[in-house]
């Protein structure tokens, strides 16, 4: 009788383990599906925007204060597309979003190669380069980049009187969302992190890197970030590793199933 239980037990076990290996693969497919239907971001789509302290430039604004010379004094070559200002206790800054056309597809999307982002400081009327932001595909793999707008934010997160941006861009794939990067960068004072992500189709194959220095800045800025992450997984932007916030919670540098 004792023998007979002790193979049921292992039985139960081994049938657990089966069911919960088909729940985690079949979450897998849910996930990259997900991915493969999202929809696409939406590419002037507005940076959300603390409205007390910053502002979005009209578009005419935005080409007489960043004429072409003082686009080539700032070193910007690809077209500029979007800019920002904000006036806090640190000083008055711009931050701009530019990006280059790579080609237009045979479904008549357009394609980018390269996106460079800049945060100019405005000291005695000289605009004064701050920050860059770069990203660029990589050819082997990636169709096109761009600033993801809809998940980017300029707030006071921790009501100490500066802006704390965070900044998201990612890249597609012929797989659309499903294998490509993300890049959430966060700001608090005079310090940036970055959040390197690379999605995937199968779970082993979704890494996240985090910079630990995430885990000294203000809560509210820590829970914006990972509130921008579970937007993006919602959207089906983005696919981290199962149990990511728990890791998070307990300050994981690093997100792998």
């Not at 979007?82 to 990006?99: E, H, I, M, R």
Request: hydrophobic share 35%; glycine share 6%.
């Amino acid at each position: 009788m004792n023998k007979f239980l002790l193979v049921v037990t292992i039985l139960f076990f081994i049938s657990c383990g089966n069911k919960k290996k088909e729940a985690d693969e079949n979450s897998s497919k849910s996930d990259a599906t997900a991915a493969t239907n999202a929809l696409p971001i939406e590419k002037y789509g507005s940076i959300a925007i603390d409205t007390f302290l910053v502002r979005k430039l009209p578009k005419k604004e935005m080409n007489a204060k960043f004429n072409t010379n003082r686009q080539i004094q700032l070193g910007i070559s690809n077209e500029l597309y979007q800019a920002y200002s904000y006036n806090d206790k640190s000083g008055v800054y711009y931050f701009l979003l530019t990006d280059h056309v790579k080609n237009v597809n045979e479904k008549n999307d357009t394609l980018y190669d390269n996106i460079y982002a800049m945060s100019v400081r405005v000291d005695n009327n000289k605009f004064k380069k701050r920050s860059t932001i770069k990203g660029e595909i990589d050819d082997q793999w990636e169709t096109s980049i761009g600033f993801w707008n809809q998940y980017s934010q300029l707030f006071d997160y921790d009501g100490d009187g500066s802006v704390d941006p965070i900044i998201v861009y990612g890249t597609t794939t012929d797989n659309n969302y499903v294998d490509g990067r993300v890049r959430i960068l966060a700001y608090h004072n005079k310090s940036r992190i970055t959040i390197k992500h690379q999605n995937s189709e199968i779970a082993d194959g979704r890494i996240t890197k985090i910079n630990k220095k995430l885990y000294t800045f203000p809560a509210p800025i820590q829970e914006a970030v990972k509130e921008t992450m579970r937007n993006m997984v919602k959207n089906g932007h983005a696919v981290f590793a199962d149990g990511w916030e728990k890791s998070m919670e307990n300050q994981a540098v690093r997100l792998g199933n």
